[in-house]
């Protein structure tokens, strides 16, 4: 009976408040029109037809052998990188909390190994892998004198995503040995275990799931990348570039394209469920809590001499690909005259490229604070608010990590050119800027929303109830207690939706007209015709632009954040 009775109050709280209410009405029609509608109609594209509903396009797709083997490589692409990128991030986080190092600068290369794929262009290795390795590489041509290298295919793109997503992987597994209980292991070696026994019988079957989370993670990451197979994939063709060649080639195949988008789709997703809710849950259960005490580092120079040269090794490797790109743009003529020169950034200036980067750095900006505020404002009704439609709030939201870019785009184009909207504001969007924003807040709102969520489950809830004792209402709550209290998420969510939005391509390759340049698409046209030197002049600055809105974000949060105001207090 009591239990009805609050239940009865809770609803009637609800339907009290009519800014929250509003707040979750517009939420649930912008997850369902951009992010469900489109998905939809992709799959009604693969199953209807003139004459009904067939699923014709199915067999038809699995009897091509374009589609058969792109399916195959990527599946192939995916356990390869992701197992390359969970071991070698298991190494350096292994070094990273267990072993001594005994001066600061590896320390250091691991902080800048695990920035580096955040402030640069997914593609950024691609581009350095040809200028190294490449027909006219420097460390094949000029060093090895090998005239003949061939860095396109699956090795080439294996080496690219590996070293892309094993940071993600390292910064993962990090924080799950740090919560490792150090007295575990010790007890095992008081036993007279070794340093190795210990680890295969005591750590690794606590990091099982979290390594298992890592890997999945990054498979995702691999079968739903397009920019690197499209650029050094050569004849090694992936779901991702073969859907979007499909759509933008002669044959203009609507169908298979959208039943391809699908097969990926269902790929994708059924790994992030997997993901999400059976490993994650595993992680948290077997490592509650923080270490009760610190770690006794490993001294021993038998183990420590050679993980630490593998780790510098690997980091001196991945710090000289990016270098590469700055001198791509330097020098005169790649692989022939190696003299200094301007003359790529003039001539990027003189040809449209002021143009991209307004384009590029406004879009962006754009959907910057919508996706930061709606972000907080979906953790907030998630951590705090109970009401029948958070469990499809959370889950959509979540949704859009698991789509890919290229078949997001599909959606949209299905959705909005041609889709339920024949006339009217919704198809009125397709070919604007509009759409590219919407793209960029559908694709950052789930990395906003995670760091929301952990940030408002750290805030104790008499806080706020303190505030509506005192008569204040949702909006005024959230305005006034919870984001002050949440801006350091909220301010880590602004930039990552900018960084994210301005370095995307995959999204936006087959959404962008004419009307709109963008600065990845400039450099993956630019890279296809093998005019590298404007390529890498064009990264190098979307490099210098990404770096310094976070420096700007870490300078706001040092001396305006949430815990300078707390270290005052």
């Not at 590489?137 to 090895?144: A, H, K």
């Amino acid at each position: 009976m009591a239990s009805r009775q609050s239940a009865a109050l809770d609803r009637k709280k609800f339907f009290a408040d009519p800014v929250m209410l509003a707040a979750i009405l517009i939420l649930i029609a912008f997850l369902t029109l951009f992010i469900l509608y489109p998905l939809a109609m992709l799959l009604v594209d693969s199953i209807k037809t003139d004459t009904g509903i067939s699923f014709d396009a199915f067999p038809r797709i699995f009897g091509d052998t374009t589609f058969r083997h792109a399916l195959v490589n990527t599946l192939e692409l995916g356990f390869v990188t992701s197992l390359g990128s969970t071991l070698i991030g298991l190494l350096f986080a292994y070094v990273d909390c267990y072993v001594k190092v005994r001066t600061k600068i590896m320390k250091r290369l691991f902080d800048v190994v695990s920035m580096l794929p955040v402030v640069s262009p997914p593609f950024v290795l691609s581009l350095s892998m040809i200028l190294l390795f490449g027909k006219s590489g420097l460390i094949t041509r000029s060093l090895l004198g090998i005239y003949d290298a061939n860095i396109y295919g699956m090795h080439g793109i294996a080496i690219v995503q590996t070293l892309t997503f094993f940071p993600v992987c390292y910064m993962m597994l990090k924080g799950l040995l740090k919560n490792i209980d150090p007295s575990m292991e010790e007890a095992a070696r008081d036993m007279g275990a070794s340093r190795w026994k210990v680890f295969t019988t005591v750590t690794l079957p606590l990091m099982l799931p979290g390594i298992g989370n890592a890997f999945l993670v990054t498979f995702i990451e691999s079968v739903a990348d397009f920019a690197n197979p499209m650029m050094i994939g050569g004849n090694f063709d992936t779901l991702a570039t073969t859907i979007y060649l499909r759509i933008t080639g002669g044959s203009y195949d609507i169908a298979g394209a959208a039943a391809m988008a699908v097969v990926l789709l269902m790929l994708t997703i059924s790994l992030f469920l997997i993901q999400k809710y059976y490993l994650e849950a595993k992680t948290a259960a077997t490592l509650t809590g923080k270490a009760s005490r610190a770690r006794m580092l490993i001294e021993d120079k038998t183990v420590t001499v050679p993980l630490t040269l593998f780790c510098c090794l690997v980091s001196v490797f991945v710090i000289l690909m990016y270098i590469s790109i700055p001198f791509g743009a330097l020098f005169k003529l790649w692989g022939r005259d190696y003299s200094l020169s301007l003359k790529w950034f003039e001539y990027l200036f003189k040809h449209s490229g002021l143009k991209a980067f307004k384009d590029s750095f406004v879009l962006s900006l754009i959907a910057s604070p919508i996706t930061a505020l709606f972000s907080m404002v979906i953790s907030y009704l998630v951590v705090k608010k109970k009401f029948r439609g958070k469990g499809f709030i959370e889950f959509v939201s979540m949704l859009a990590m698991a789509v890919p870019g290229t078949v997001l785009g599909v959606g949209f184009i299905r959705g909005f050119a041609n889709g339920l909207f024949h006339s009217g504001i919704m198809q009125g969007i397709y070919g604007t800027g509009i759409i590219l924003v919407i793209v960029f807040v559908v694709r950052s709102l789930p990395v906003g929303t995670r760091s929301g969520i952990s940030a408002l489950q750290q805030i104790d809830k008499s806080i706020e109830e303190s505030a509506y004792d005192l008569g204040a209402g949702s909006g005024k709550v959230f305005m006034t207690v919870t984001l002050p209290l949440i801006k350091d998420s909220f301010m880590s969510g602004l930039v990552t939706t900018f960084v994210r939005s301005i370095t995307a391509i995959s999204a936006i390759i087959l959404l962008v007209t004419p009307k709109y340049l963008l600065v990845t698409c400039q450099i993956n046209e630019l890279a296809e015709k093998g005019y590298y030197g404007v390529a890498c002049a064009y990264a190098t600055i979307l490099i210098a632009i990404v770096y310094a809105a976070i420096v700007l974000m870490n300078l706001c949060m040092k001396f305006f954040g949430t815990s300078r105001k707390i270290k005052e207090d």
